[in-house]
């Protein structure tokens, strides 16, 4: 088993990535939960709510499913 870690600006971006994941059979779950992320971003720390996917995937599919999320 492979765990997937995706970060997404909101629940619905999560949901389309996921829901398409699922579908094409790449992941075999998806659990999404709200976070709270501070990053740099143009040389400012920002401080931003986000949506985080963790997706169980096996190691064959891993690298597909890292393509169709981007």
Known sequence: MALMYITCRDEKEAGKISGHLLEKRLIACSSMFPIKSMYWWEGKIMNDNEVVI?????????????????
């Open 54 to 70: 963790i997706a169980k995937t096996n190691n064959k599919n891993f690298s597909k499913a890292e393509k169709e999320a981007k």
